[in-house]
């Protein structure tokens, strides 16, 4: 089982300037980029005081994002070396691989779902089940694509999931190695980004200002927009922000 240590750190950890100027970081290319949007504030002293604020909690909602994100990442990557887990994978067990999902799910309170591929990215078994997805490829996905090219750990831009229910979404993916080195499978983990938005969202710089969770794409990611189902607003940042 490899240390905690050993994952790599997400590419949004390379530039100290970018996590200044985002709320939040979901890993390794793209990933969705978290702005602090601040609301206009009058008077020269006043609006450079409520902008510093609102730079200042941007930073600190990145920094608390990034280890939320690096605690999943290392569990993850540890779990996938389990003997139990490889030896499925090695026989493509559907069941005895999904007994070993259920306790990687239930074992971590940002896992809320988890599912294993082929190398190609065919889904093959999962927990919760949903009969739906399996045999689907999932080879289109940033995480997939993103885990292949790395072959280490791999946090993907927000999408919504094929799953029931929909949700908006990050996936971290890591391989699962056979000892001899060669990947046998992907093991997926889904961590919802509603209690990131929903920690955002309750978060005020001050009486006149807000602060909200974009994606890389200029989409607002708010707790509505989870559940819906609709396709969250697009926003912009105040030409301050910039």
């Known amino acids: 089982m490899p240390p905690a240590d050993a994952v790599r750190q997400p590419w949004f ?71 139990l887990v490889v030896d499925a994978a090695a026989a493509r067990d559907e069941d005895a691989m999904r007994a070993q999902l259920a306790q990687f799910v239930e074992g971590n309170a940002r896992i809320r779902r988890a599912f294993v591929t082929d190398p190609e990215g065919v889904e093959w078994s999962d927990w919760p089940s949903d009969p739906a997805v399996l045999g689907v490829s999932f080879a289109h996905r940033d995480w997939f694509r993103g885990v292949r090219q790395t072959g280490r750990a ?58 909200a969770m974009v994606d890389a794409t200029g989409r607002a990611i708010t707790p509505g927009a989870l559940l819906d189902g609709a396709e969250p607003p697009r926003l912009e940042p105040p030409h301050d922000a910039h």
């Not at 510093?52 to 990034?66: H, I, K, P, Q």
């Not at 190695?177 to 955002?200: D, H, K, N, T």
Request: aromatic share 6%; proline share 6%; glycine share 8%.
């Open 154 to 211: 791999y946090v993907s831009e927000v999408y919504r999931r094929a799953a029931r229910p929909p949700i908006l979404l990050v996936a971290i993916a890591t391989p699962i190695r056979a000892p001899a080195g060669e990947v046998r499978a992907y093991l997926v983990a889904q961590v919802p980004v509603e209690m990131l938005a929903e920690w955002v969202s309750a978060a005020r710089p001050g009486p006149q200002g807000s602060l």
């Open 13 to 83: 950890l390379r530039s100290r300037s970018r996590l200044a100027l985002t709320l939040a970081a979901v890993l390794l290319v793209p990933i969705g980029a978290m702005v602090a949007l601040a609301h206009q504030v009058g008077g020269g002293l006043v609006r450079e005081q409520a902008l510093e604020r609102c730079r200042s909690m941007a930073e600190l909602g990145a920094v608390a994002v990034t280890t939320f994100l690096d605690g999943a990442c290392a569990y993850v990557d540890a779990y996938a070396g389990r003997r």
